[in-house]
Every structure is written in C-alpha cells, then in structure tokens.
C-alpha cells in the first residue's frame, strides 16, 4: 500500500474510552494500517483505574520519523472517544485549531455520578450537550455509534463505527482500513464490523451539524410573606439531590422531569433561605433586596 | 450579628465560577461547608487577597480549588505543614486550612497534634465523613462503630477518635464543632475560630452521600442531612424528648478556648530578639 501523504512532522491520534470498549483494537487498527504504509509507528497505552470508572487511552503517533510514544497536551491532531464524557476528560490534548474530535454520544455512567437514586433518575454526568461541546471544538463529530452498532446487530462493533468515522480524516484508502480490520477481528464477526465501519464513515460523509440548545437560568418572584422577594435558580449547577425540595418547610420546590430543581409554589414561599444555605452546589439564591430586613435580623 | 438578613453575601463573588458546577456528588456535604467558610470570610470583611487557603487531599481538600483566593492545594497530610510555614513567613496573611478526617487525623494525625501544642495562628477546618471519600470508601479514623467501609466489609471494629477532644487535649486554644445542617450556626463558629488569635479547629460534620451513604444504606442526601439532626446533644430539650437520641449525641459549638500566648508573636519576639542582639553584640 502506498500513501503519498508522508509529513515531517508525526501526525497524533489519541484514542480513549472505558474498559471493555475496545480501545485498544482501534489503536491496533490504526497502527498496523500505518506500519503496512511504510511509516514509522509508535503507540502506547494505558488502562488504569480513576476513581469514577476505569479509564483507557492510548497514543498513535506516525510519520516518517517517531522520537516519542507520547502525545503531549494540546498535540492531538485527532481526539477519537469511544465514551462521551472519556472523550470530553482528555479534550485538553486536542489540537486547539484543528484537531478532529470524534465521538460516541454514548455516556457509561459511574453510579456515583447519578443525581438521585429514584429509578430512571438521570446522572449529572457531563452535562453539556453534544452540540455546545462540538460548538466548542469547531471540528468535531458527535455520533451515537453504540446505537449504530446495536442497530447493526452488535452493540460491541461501536469502536469500529468511529474507527470508520476517523478513516474519513486520514489519507489512507477503505480497502487498507477493511483489510486490517478483517485480519484483527474475530472471523465471525468480520460482516458485522465491515458494516459497521461503513455506517461510521457514512455518518461523517453525511454530517449535518445538529441545532443548539441554550441553558436558561431563572429568576421568579415569591411572595409567601407578602413581601417582594426573589428565587433564583441556576440550573447548570443543580444536581438535583433533593435536599432543598425535602428541607423547604413550604414545600414550594420540586425536582422537575430532567431532576432540576423548580419553583413550583411561588406563592407560598417565604424567602426564608433554607433552601440556598442548605444546597451544596450553590444553586439556589434568596433575593430580599426589596424588602425590609426579616425579624430575625436582629 | 445578624444571620438571615445578610443580602449583600453573593457566595459567587468568592468562588471561581468558571470552574462551577464542583466535582463533587449530589448531595455532598462539602459544599455546604464550603458556603459555611465563604459566608465567615464574608462577615469578617477579609479582603481575598489577605486570605489563604491551604488544603489537603481528599474530596474535602478539593474544596479549596474552587475559592477565589490564594489557594494551596498540598501533599496528602500536609496541609498544616504548609500552613504554618506560611503564617509564620507571612504574618499578614489570614491562613486557613481545609483538611478530612483522613487527610487530618490518619496520614496528617502527627502534623495536627504539633499544630495543636505550638498555638501559631492559623484556623484549621476539618470536613469529617468519616470516610476517605475521594479514594473510594476506605475506613477512617473517625468511622463510627460497626460501619460498613470498602476496607471494613464486616462493620468497623476499631474505635474511632473525638477529633475535638483530641485537639483540646493537644492543646488547641480553639475548638469547635459545627454541621453542615446549622448552616448559619456553622458559619458563625468558624467566623469566630478565624477570629480567634491562636491555632483553631473546626470539626464539621459533613456527608458523604454518595459511598458513605451508599454503603451503609443511610438513604437520600436529604435523610442523611437530617440524621445530623438525631446525632446532635440536644441542650434545650427535656429527657424524655432526648432520650432516643442519646447513644450518638454530638455536642456542637465551641467546646474549648482558652487565650494562651500564640506562637508566631513569640517565635518573632525570641528569633528577632536574639538577632537584635547578635548584632548589638
Ligand atoms: C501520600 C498519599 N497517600 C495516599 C493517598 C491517597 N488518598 C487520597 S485522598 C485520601 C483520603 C482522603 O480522605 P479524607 O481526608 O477523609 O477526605 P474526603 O475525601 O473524605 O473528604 C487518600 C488516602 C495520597 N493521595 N497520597
Ligand atoms: S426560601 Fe424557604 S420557603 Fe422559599 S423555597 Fe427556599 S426553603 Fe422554601
Ligand atoms: S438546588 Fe441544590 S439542593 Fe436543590 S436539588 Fe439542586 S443541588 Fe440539590
Ligand atoms: S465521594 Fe463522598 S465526600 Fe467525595 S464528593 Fe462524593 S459524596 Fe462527597
Ligand atoms: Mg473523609
């Protein structure tokens, strides 16, 4: 195999995920197809342990000549996460004009990052949407690949849908892609992930940037006391934990449907602060500028 | 001084928002102390630039990043360490240390007893969960009896420590505890402990919802803040009222204080004395 495009300087590819994802077989892809073009490759890895989930990268770098395994901070050229919030942890290491950010929407939530422990209750876990972070970025590529590959009929062909969404950024052809594929999956398995390597190239081919969504913040008036006082709610910051809904001796707050907390009885409430002394995220906040100073005061 | 009415404190105006919404988990009760802390600074009228922040490691020592101060964040232990180099070179800064249980009492225990016995001024606020949080769980010198930790799978079969009777004993001329439930109460001790001329430690009670909580089925973050109310000595209550209450009482406020010479003023006195006369002579 021949590839005309033969740089000076090394070209970084960072891949990264959590255990089990199959980290490692797109690195392996990626360098053997590097190594059967004739150029130098050195990959290094690492699978340890966070704390909040095990967390998996690995470093290709290729080029004419390698000197380092590592890819220093901001020298990624392309950024490919197998996991949502894996990929926004290294964002540091990407290229700040330039580099290719590729992802699976997918998040794989550590249990200790959830919200509330009701059933089906949503986590906190990177909450930018796909879109803000792409915005970010300026080149990037969010694709819920795991659903792809469900949909091809093997959720665990997910890092072969990126692996088919990052061949769209490097100069080598399909046909070298699919052969080292072929010779690295398992034989029953090759149809699924030809398939599933095509539908992530597909996706990339066809990108149409997806419409933002704006985060708002919300002040109401409350009035329990017949005062005119203030609630302000800084909804990126609530993580829902229920302490204020529960503490609030009016029960004016409750979790909404994304586990935000809402003023849901204005009214009632007495601007009493309970609820902004007592939230550990600082989401909450009691505005009495209008109001003469509380009994309490002094 | 006043409590409910203070308007004027925007807890925003000393932290780093642009690193806000914090690691921490839902419910955590680091946070809550943390406004404790910010909230005193604030009624104290201490400029930000005057103030400094020294902390450990631990979920509790992460706190300090987010304050818009001069910020430490240390070795494992060490904080107090730090600290009091600090104060003693820089008598003009007001030093504060945030510490956990293990942070303080395990890898730290040594650094807080000589703190304790040398009185430098400095305000020593220990966030206790009784666990080591940020690693997962692991049993810590204050874990109650019987406990559920990654490290005591069976329940927790060593006794824990009193931190506050510790300090007491070690000699700290302030001490108090507080919890992250009395907010404003909290506030107003570590106003006082800052305020205070000598070493000063501060036991908050804090929760750790998320492996604490989980681990020993403590319930929702609001039910483990409001356990913090059944493990409080009641003062005002009768017997009858109190009395389920009793196996766990924790006694909060300040629990010692005594006006003993503080360290930094008679390091000066004998290094500068003894300087002075080096080069009279
Ligand atoms: C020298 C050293 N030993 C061990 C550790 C691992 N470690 C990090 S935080 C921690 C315990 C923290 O517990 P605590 O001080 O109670 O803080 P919390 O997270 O509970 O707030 C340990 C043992 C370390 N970082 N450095
Ligand atoms: S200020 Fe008091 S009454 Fe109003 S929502 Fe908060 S806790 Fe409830
Ligand atoms: S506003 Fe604060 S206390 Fe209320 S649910 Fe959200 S994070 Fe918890
Ligand atoms: S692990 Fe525990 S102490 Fe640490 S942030 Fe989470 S709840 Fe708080
Ligand atoms: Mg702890």
């Known amino acids: 195999m021949n590839v005309e495009h033969r740089p000076a300087v090394p070209t970084n590819v960072l891949i990264v995920g959590v255990g089990g994802q199959g980290v490692i077989m797109v690195s392996k892809v990626l360098a053997s197809l590097c190594q059967q073009a004739g150029l130098e490759v050195k990959q290094s890895e690492v699978h340890g342990m966070a704390k909040r989930g095990g967390s998996v990268f690995s470093h290709v770098r290729f080029g004419e000549t390698v000197l380092s395994p590592m890819i220093a901070h901001g020298e990624a050229d392309i950024m490919v996460a197998l996991e949502w919030a894996e ?36 986590s906190g876990y990177a909450p930018a949407t796909p879109a803000e972070v792409i915005d970010l970025v300026g080149n990037g590529f969010a694709l819920d690949a795991t659903r792809m590959a469900a949909g091809l009929g093997n959720e665990r062909v997910a890092n072969t849908v990126l692996l088919g969404a990052l061949s769209t950024a490097l100069p080598f052809p399909r046909e070298g892609w699919l052969g080292v594929l072929d010779g690295l999956v398992p034989p029953k398995t090759t149809e699924v992930n030809r398939r599933a390597f095509d539908a992530g190239r597909e996706w990339v081919q066809n990108f149409d940037r997806p419409a933002e969504q704006a985060a708002a913040a919300v002040a109401v008036p409350v009035s329990g006391d017949g005062l005119d006082h203030r609630l302000e709610i800084t909804e990126a910051w609530c993580k829902g934990c229920d302490i204020c809904v529960k503490m609030c001796p ?45 009994a309490l005061a002094k | 001084m006043d409590t409910a009415s203070a308007n004027d404190f925007d807890i925003r105006d000393y932290l780093r928002v642009e690193l806000l919404p914090h690691f921490m988990c839902p419910g955590c009760g680091h946070g809550i102390a943390l406004r404790a802390l910010l909230w005193a600074v604030h009624d104290l009228k201490l400029a930000k630039d005057r103030l400094a922040i020294v902390s450990g490691i631990g979920c509790s020592g992460r706190v300090g990043a987010y304050i818009d101060a001069n910020t430490f964040h240390v070795t494992h232990g060490r904080p107090l360490a730090f600290a009091t180099g600090l104060a003693l070179a820089r008598p003009d800064l007001e030093v504060i240390v945030i510490t956990g249980d293990g942070d303080c009492l395990a890898i730290g225990g040594n650094h807080l007893i000589h703190a304790c016995r040398r009185n430098l001024h ?28 990654t490290t005591t799978p069976y329940g927790n079969a060593e006794p824990s420590f009193d931190a506050c009777a510790l300090a007491a004993a070690a000699g700290a001329s302030f001490v108090g505890r507080g919890m992250t439930l009395q907010t404003v109460a909290l506030k107003n001790l570590i106003r006082d402990a800052i305020s205070h001329r000598g070493f000063s430690f501060v036991e908050v009670i804090s929760d750790c919802t998320e492996i604490f909580g989980r681990k020993n089925d403590l319930g929702s973050s609001p039910e483990m803040i409001l356990r913090q109310k059944g493990s409080m000595k009641p003062d005002t209550y009768g017997n009858v009222v109190d009395r389920p209450f009793r196996p766990n009482a924790v006694q909060t406020g300040v629990l010692a204080r005594n006006d003993r010479p503080e360290y930094g003023d008679a390091y000066r006195a004998a290094v500068l004395g003894a300087a002075g006369a080096a080069v009279a002579g």
């Open chain 1, 87 to 122: 990929g926004l942890r290294w964002l540091d290491y990407l290229k700040r004009d330039g580099g290719t950010f590729i992802a699976d929407t997918q998040q794989i939530v550590p249990p200790v990052s959830f919200r509330n422990r009701r059933r089906g209750a949503r």
């Open chain 2, 122 to 149: 400095l305000t020593c606020l220990m966030f206790n969960n009784e666990i080591y949080g940020m690693t997962g769980g692991q049993v810590s010198p204050t874990t109650a009896d019987d406990r559920l930790t």
């Open chain 1, 250 to 294: 009016e029960r004016c707050l409750t979790l909404n449907a994304r586990h935000i907390v809402e003023l849901t009885d204005p009214a009632a409430c007495t601007a009493c602060r309970l609820c902004e002394w007592l939230c550990p995220d600082f989401a909450i906040r009691v505005l009495t500028a209008s109001a003469p100073a509380p």
